[in-house]
């Protein structure tokens, strides 16, 4: 059965400081994983996606996510956290021969001043 | 830019009302997709369709029903709403089924209350 966990309800993190979100996946054959975005009252943005070459992808406004094969979780990462990257976050996943995507439950940010 | 633009951002219906959501998008997307959003549930899919007039089950299509007669028009029918249907509905689009490289891109949500 295909999965995803984010294990972390809320992160909060101070202005200036690194970010992470976390996400674990469980899919049969090869992920192809995906991080969104959701700011209130808005549908979700695109931020970037896994699917296949280098385990560090790279996305927009400045974030960024490492493939972990072994650990079966692509964890969101930013090196500083802006107050305007608080939102809510989602991680994505579908397998290759799948065509239905599940989303975790979602992370809200909160980058404080 | 692709957009998918969902015709409500706020509703409030009565229980037993039957409800219509509807959903265009403007890039000849084949795949369409409705799913509500919960706290704590994240995003739960209801419904999809792969092209017009097809239409699949997602995980919890009880209570609910699509059409999609045109390609750029996918509606959600709550056939008597409940309730337990308050959320917000996200409806999203994609290019095709084997085109695994593309996300979804989603409408701005409506968030259905039923009282």
């Known amino acids: 059965a295909q999965s995803v966990a984010q294990p972390e309800d809320q992160v909060n993190v101070a202005e200036g400081n690194p970010l992470t979100v976390k996400c674990t996946y469980s899919?049969?054959?090869?992920?192809?994983l995906f991080w969104y975005v959701q700011y209130p009252n808005r549908g979700l943005q695109f931020l970037l996606k896994?699917?296949?070459?280098?385990?560090l992808v790279k996305g927009s406004y400045g974030f960024e996510a490492e493939f972990n094969k072994s650990q079966t979780s692509f964890h969101l990462k930013k090196p500083s956290a802006l107050v305007s990257d608080s939102a809510l976050y989602f991680c994505a996943v579908r397998a290759y021969n799948f065509n239905k995507f599940y989303f975790g439950s979602g992370t809200k940010l909160n980058v404080k001043p | 830019d692709v957009k998918v633009t969902q015709s409500s951002r706020y509703l409030v219906k009565r229980t037993g009302e039957k409800v219509f959501l509807e959903c265009v998008q403007d890039m000849d997307h084949e795949n369409m997709f409705w799913y509500r959003q919960d706290p704590g549930l994240g995003l739960r899919l209801i419904y999809f369709s792969y092209d017009v007039k097809m239409k699949e089950k997602g995980d919890i299509p009880e209570g609910y029903s699509v059409s999609r007669e045109k390609k750029e028009r996918f509606s959600l029918i709550l056939e008597s709403a409940s309730t337990n249907q308050t959320s917000m509905y996200l409806c999203a689009s994609r290019v095709t089924p084997g085109q695994a490289l593309y996300g979804y891109t989603f409408g701005s949500g409506t968030r259905l209350t039923v009282v």
């Open positions: 896994y699917i296949t070459g280098d385990n």
């Open positions: 899919v049969s054959g090869n992920p192809y």
